[in-house]
């Protein structure tokens, strides 16, 4: 991969991305890295971080990418330890598993390999995460709340602080599978100078040169609140569910980006991106099993 510095890239995946068919994702980040290009896979978030290395390992090298390592962390102490500093040395790109996004916070926030991923992003380097490891690359991150109910405004909706790669954004995963619009649009009501990206699982965002595209097969939800007209977090009794008013929704699908600084969004036909990934036009029926 021939870096360019300040054109750093972020690849958001929503989960479950898929590892046996098409791969589309996955098949995305090889092509930016190139075959000869290193790839990192950090297992910070898992608790079985040796089986998770073992499966992207297999995708990655079966996608063609020749360097495929491990950076393993199971202590903060540990993040400062010059040789697994070491294993970020000439990284092309950084792959953070799901889990615990807070295991990933926690144990890397301001330490030696936490600045070795700003500056591999700032030299143009590829910053990703499945899971857990999309929602640490904003600034505010989702950490848990309710996905399948109404938020109420006394919610146990938590947010934290994340790595900072991409702010004025929150993130969302496995986000129409698991019922989160209630808790992204109480997450966007409650700070709406954020813009909320909720993904779904096997789909996500390419995020470079201040817009993104989405790719996967299923869809990505924008939530912008800087519209908003009324919302009562201030004003009802806290077992009331958030009501806000004015808020904006884009659902977008594969191949479609968005201008995150003018906050709109255009539609691209998908066979423009499979044409780019080197994958026939329209995509194969599933077998029966």
Partial sequence: MRKKPGFGSLLIIGGHEDKTGEKMILRLLAKKIGKSGKIVVATIASELPEELFDDYERVFRGL??????????????????????AV????????????????ITSQLGDTPIFSRIH?????????AGTSAGASVMTE???VSGTGSESQRIDSSLKLGPGFGLLPGVIVDQHFAERGRI????SAVAQNPRILGIGIDEDSAIL????RFQVVGTNAVYVVDGSKITFTNITESDPDSPVGVYGIRLHV???ADTFDLKNRKPRYHPEKVLREQLGLPEE???????
Avoid: W
């Fill in 64 to 85: 063609g990418i020749r360097h495929v390592h491990h950076l393993r962390i199971e202590s903060r102490e540990e993040a400062s330890h010059d040789a697994k500093v």
């Fill in 88 to 103: 970020l040395r000439d990284a092309d790109a950084v792959f953070f598993t799901g889990g615990d996004q807070l295991r």
């Fill in 119 to 127: 500056e591999i992003y700032a030299a143009g380097g590829v910053i």
């Fill in 140 to 142: 505010t991150m989702l």
């Fill in 182 to 185: 209630s808790r992204l649009l």
């Fill in 207 to 210: 995020v470079q040169r201040g």
């Fill in 252 to 254: 977008m699908n594969q």
């Fill in 283 to 289: 995509r194969e029926p599933e077998k029966e099993s």
